[in-house]
């Protein structure tokens, strides 16, 4: 959540932003003893230039892994992905504290007969699938393909003889600068965003992939203009029921067609025990709020406020979308937080339309 928020300084101010942004790659990094004993267990053994490369100490450090340049035939670097030992047993404790809240506030009058269990379910299933370097190796194999013609995005390609469920090697990307953003002039800028967000449309409504992750951490400008796209293991994909229903609903909020909206969430979902359901009145709201945001400027439109008024639709109504749902909705608030603070003239809900008809065309 601390790396979510710090792509949104429109929210919570730029000197929090700035702060809580050292938790996507600036978090203290794991002893030289510990990420040794990761190499030390991998199999076939690395060769003894990885151990000196790993005693230089990490170029990126998360709380998930750390990140080492290693050469193991000059010049063509490496990057070496070690996970902390730490990780796998501190993580499941940690979700299954989160669990236990979600079950918790579940039993209150206000979160009864919600989704909350389901979507925290989800969401630690998600980040506990970060703690398998296997997976996200695949995960990695998978972004390439899907983007393997756009010429401007940079996607490393991952090193299978060097990788395990704890360590995963891939391609090391030189040049990367998490300033190049907002130093790079204007129009280099704009074309970087403008490919990050085509990429992002393109991967969650055509191909149901969705980079959760998506920070200043894992997404690099280069000085050719070229975007660079890391870290996906906190990564998701849709089911095809959801990446369908997802780009339907999101084109009619981009259109202002209400009522298909409405229609859309009541096939999502089902009716919950709830003291006060009222199906005419969900439709009735869930039309003015996507009637009344479609009519928002560029600069008045927030992903975060709609879905949060969206949700208390649902809630006070006892309809509730499928939570699997939830996954493209923090992409598109971490996508929406970039876009705003570099590329803020940009219409970042016209720039779906061409993914939308696209999906939407060829089922």
Known sequence: MGQLLATRSDLIGPRLARRLSRLQDDVAPMSIADALAVLERSQPPLPASAYAAVAKGPVASGSIACVYRWEPEPGAPVALKIRRPDAAATVPVDTAMLRWFARLCAKTPWMRSSPVVAIVDDLCAAVLNQLDLDRERLMLT??????????????????????????LAMEFVTGLDRQMFATAPPSLRDEGITTLVRAMYELIFVHGFVHIDLHQGNAYLLPDGRLVLLDVGFAHVLSEFSRERFTRFFGGMVTGRGQECAEILLTTTKGVDHHDQNLDRFQAEIVRLVEESAELDVANFSVPRFAARL?????SNGYYAEPEMTFPLLCLIALEGTVNELAPHMDFQIEAAPYIMSSLIDQ
């Open 142 to 167: 998978r972004l390439r393909g899907i983007l393997e013609n756009e010429a401007r995005i940079v996607i490393p390609a991952p090193v299978d003889e060097y990788s395990n469920s704890e360590l």
């Open 311 to 315: 949700f208390q639709i649902q809630q």
